[in-house]
């Protein structure tokens, strides 16, 4: 499983590079039409720093009912659904002695399924995890911000979370918020706004919420009707009292 970073194919580390030249098979879960380009910038990266021969073994992402009530549940069975291609992945399309590839957004350790959905893989296998550039770090590194205060912990949620719960802490990262929570944050927050890190789409936006959430839920709109698609993480920071 290798990380291959938030979008710039410079994100990529030497350890990866190295990783994706000893894979033999290459397993690429495509997400549809919309993702075209996520899926081209995979192949690129193949083709940049695989050894031929290669193989390149392509399944479509399986539908996740984003409708549910029971979100939980729905993740799960989507997350199962995904374990049955892995699992034929490891079964059919890898002789004895080969290895496989599983290239991964961002870091496989930070918000992402495709460990979980490994461990439901009833077949014997070895894995090793190659660590990439998460998003989370993309986001600080172009907003020239530190993650960490001293002695302030860190909170990674979701939209939905923070819409249930609210920032639960002084700095709140924030993965995936297609309702746009972080305006009902409250007064003292300032907000560090970043969608489709690392690539030639990338926006950034950054402010005390009160003065930016329209502009962010504005682009954002706009964002997503032209490209079909958004990803985007942001960091709620709770901002000092003005000294008087």
Known sequence: MIGIGAGDPDHLTFQAAKAIAAAD???????GEAKH???GLRHDLIAQHGRRPYRIVEARDPE???TAAAYT???EDWRSRRARIYRSFIEDELKDGQTGAFLVWGDPGVY???LAALDEVDAEFEC???????SVSALTARHRVGLTQVGRPVHITTG????AEGATADDVVVMLDAHCSFAEAGDGFRIYWGAYLGTPD???IEGPVGEVADEIRAVRAEARARKGWIMDTYLLRREPPARG
């Open 25 to 31: 098979v290459f397993l690429l879960v495509d997400k």
């Open 37 to 39: 380009d996520l899926a």
């Open 64 to 66: 996740r009912d984003r």
């Open 73 to 75: 549940e729905a993740v």
């Open 112 to 114: 992402d399924s495709t």
């Open 128 to 134: 090793e995890v190659i660590p990439g550039i998460s």
């Open 160 to 163: 939905r979370r923070l819409a």
């Open 202 to 204: 990338e926006i950034l």
